[in-house]
């Protein structure tokens, strides 16, 4: 059973600040990585996808994966309270394995 | 381009009823997923579809669970009869390109059984 681990939180950011997403996954033969932002009653949103290890940037938004350490995270430069959702990492194996989610982590940007 | 549509967009059935969500994917996409999501969840795989075929459909709870993608664009998903316990949030979403490429969500159908 493959498993994705994220801390439920709430975490809690000030406005401007950098906010700092983690998760972890079992699988080591992951070679897919995905964040989707989902606000209250509206369904996930792609934020980013990585693939290598490394860092990966888009806008405010810098994904980190490594693979030895099984482990992928988000960050979110300049945060802002729009940012304020519930944050999914998924990870998707080789071969036919679908998308594995994680129980999401709640962010709080505080003003 | 338009996105992942779903209908209902909610609804609410009393235990041991039928219900059937209905999902359309985004153009070109062949690879449909059905999610449950519950409530402080990430969302679940029901079952995923290639084209026509489902792929995987091992968290499919298939005594009351059906799915279907005739000619490989739409689906429905149907629970026959409902249990209090299905209520969630049902997620559909395609992909262009199967596994590893992104997933697009539709608005999901929350289902209330009563």
């Known amino acids: 059973q493959k498993e994705v681990e994220q801390n439920s939180g709430p975490l809690s950011v000030p406005e401007g600040a950098i906010a700092s997403l983690n998760c972890t996954y079992s699988d080591r033969g992951s070679q897919s990585f995905f964040w989707y932002r989902q606000y209250s009653g509206k369904s996930p949103e792609l934020i980013m996808f990585i693939y290598s290890n490394g860092d990966k940037e888009d806008g405010r938004f810098t994904a980190q994966l490594n693979k030895a350490s099984q482990y992928v995270s988000l960050l979110i430069r300049d945060s802002q309270p729009s940012d304020s959702a519930t944050y999914l990492c998924a990870v998707s194996g080789g071969g036919a394995d679908g998308l594995t989610f994680g129980k999401g982590t709640h962010l709080i940007i505080q003003p | 381009e338009a996105g992942v549509v779903q209908s209902p967009r909610y609804k609410i059935i009393e235990k041991k009823q039928p219900v059937a969500f209905w999902c359309n994917p985004i153009?070109?996409?062949?690879?449909l997923y059905w999610y449950l999501q519950n409530l402080g969840q990430g969302p679940e795989l029901l079952i995923r579809y290639e084209n026509e075929e489902a792929v995987d459909d091992s968290q499919l709870p298939k005594d009351r669970f059906s799915a279907e993608r005739l000619k490989g664009v739409d689906s429905t998903l149907k629970i026959q009869p409902a249990e209090l316990g299905d209520s969630a949030v049902y997620l559909c979403?395609?992909?262009?390109?199967?596994?590893?490429?992104?997933?697009?969500f539709g608005n999901g159908t929350r289902l209330t059984v009563t």
């Open positions: 979403a395609s992909s262009l390109a199967g596994v590893g490429s992104p997933l697009h």
């Open positions: 153009s070109g996409h062949n690879t």
